[in-house]
């Protein structure tokens, strides 16, 4: 294996850069990436928003959660991850951008739309939105900095309703940053939580003193 197949191999298959980032940091055309890849049975990068369901199974298992891989039994799931039977997941992932903070996305882009029902709102702008409320207990976001990865949990319940992004840095909302006891709290009491009540934050007592704080 020659120098040039090592290297695009642990930048796409490791590192999950895509073909334009590679020719970008090698000073060639995506085009060219593309075709040596592809010539020497390279596998295409792992796309964002699957590196960072990985990376968040892979941190609640060193944490001795159980986790099941919907995406891997039912592609049909609302949610990404089950832990401990109990807790419903949804991920979102995004890789650092050039101002630092990562941004998440919950609005489909109008080529991609979901079906709107009760769960799906159609936004002014055309594009969808799910409302994560009604199927999900937790978001794990995911920041993605190369090899480096950052967690951010929170109740689905602090999203709004037709929020279309969410955007995180190393700093900003520091009290969900690998706050996974989130979590261990949600399987110790009740998983069917009522997202839309106060009565939610019972799962996470602590946490009620910075709910009228946190800025949206």
Known sequence: MTDKTI?????????????????DFLGVHRSNITHY????????????????????I?????LDFEVEDLNLIDKSSRYDLLVNEKLKIEVKSSKRG????????????????CKTSDDVLRLKNGKTVKN??????????????????HFWVMPTSLIKVGQQILTLNDTYRP????NFALLREGVKNDANIECHST???RICNYLESWVSRIKW
């Not at 892979?58 to 060193?62: A, C, I, T």
């Not at 050039?98 to 739309?113: H, I, L, M, V």
């Open 7 to 23: 290297a695009i191999k642990y930048l796409s298959v490791e590192l999950g850069k895509s073909d334009k980032e590679i020719g």
């Open 37 to 56: 890849r592809k010539n020497n049975n390279i596998p295409k990068p792992t796309t964002v928003g699957r590196q960072g369901e990985l990376a968040a």
């Open 58 to 62: 892979s941190r609640l298992r060193k």
């Open 98 to 113: 050039r101002d630092g903070r990562f941004r998440f996305a919950f609005a489909n882009k109008r080529e991609n739309q």
């Open 132 to 149: 994560y409320q009604k199927f999900a207990d937790y978001f794990i976001f995911v920041g993605i900095d190369d090899d480096i990865y």
């Open 175 to 178: 009290i969900f940053k690998n």
């Open 199 to 201: 009565n939610s934050w």
